[in-house]
């Protein structure tokens, strides 16, 4: 079902506001990777606001490595996130970890985020199937293109058709990154599947300084938008700060990404 041999034309997420994916446009989806207080919600949104970026990222429920890190603000962060998003028109994609969050989280999300260490969680994806919102799957920590596809059409088969694909790296034998991205993904998965195809360089380099040389590669391979960590202070962040741009990097980034996009 997810395949183009299955479907003529592409498949356009439309969040309403005249917020699309998919539709030739650069999507573009910026925020912390946690969300932390208000007053970081409020600047988050301000630097998005004055330079046009319509969708939020923030986890409030954090996949860690160790369990003593900071795992998130859980839903009343995101209830507060979503009271400042909706008073400025930003949409909101914030990730799902386990069935039980889909309910309570549903409301107060536009896009569910299914992260890399969900990516084949079956029954997670059997119930996101269910949902009348938006689901962005990214690409498991070591998963094959053929098995981020096969996940989607999890999704897709349960009857939910508002999806987004995400390349976020995968685990290689490389240390000198987190992760590598893995750029070929992008025309490859464009040309396997309908859905559209985002970028996330920052868990795909997982180098601050060198976000923006990969987000910009990510747009010239193809990727319908690009999805990645931008915080007012990524030296205080409560996760991920080595990879997170602040808000005057984050306004240059996307300059430039807009320019690279009106070259194609
Ligand atoms: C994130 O987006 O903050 C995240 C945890 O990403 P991933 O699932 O790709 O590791
Ligand atoms: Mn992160």
């Not at 590669?217 to 996760?239: F, L, R, W």
């Amino acid at each position: 079902l997810v395949s183009r041999k299955w479907k003529v034309g592409k498949t356009q997420v439309d969040l309403g506001d005249g917020v699309v994916i998919g539709d030739g446009s650069l999507s573009l989806m910026a925020g912390p990777c946690s969300i932390e207080t208000e007053a970081q919600v409020h600047a988050t949104i301000e630097h998005l606001v004055n330079n046009g970026v319509r969708i939020m990222r923030g986890g409030v429920f954090k996949p860690r490595s160790s369990p003593y890190a900071f795992r998130g603000l859980g839903i009343d962060g995101l209830k507060m996130w979503y009271t400042q998003a909706r008073q400025a028109g930003i949409k909101i994609i914030s990730e799902v970890m386990q069935v039980s969050q889909i309910a309570e989280m549903h409301d107060y999300v536009d896009v569910f985020q299914v992260g890399a260490r969900n990516t084949q969680n079956f029954n997670l994806l059997d119930e996101l199937g269910k949902v009348d919102k938006a689901v962005m799957i990214k690409r498991g920590i070591s998963g094959t293109i053929e098995e981020l596809l096969y996940s989607a059409e999890y999704v897709f088969a349960a009857g939910n058709e508002e999806l987004i694909l995400c390349e976020r790296g995968i685990r290689t034998y490389e240390k000198a990154s987190r992760n590598t991205m893995d750029i070929n993904a992008i025309p490859i998965l464009k040309e396997k599947t309908h859905l559209p195809v985002v970028a996330d360089p920052s868990h795909g380099i997982g180098i601050r300084e060198f976000v923006a040389p990969v987000a910009l590669a990510t747009v010239m391979a193809g990727a319908d938008g690009v999805i990645y960590e931008t915080h007012q202070e990524p030296e205080k962040a409560a996760s991920d700060g080595q990879q997170t741009l602040d808000f005057e990097e984050s306004a240059r980034l996307i300059s430039q990404l807009r320019k690279a996009h009106a070259l194609l």
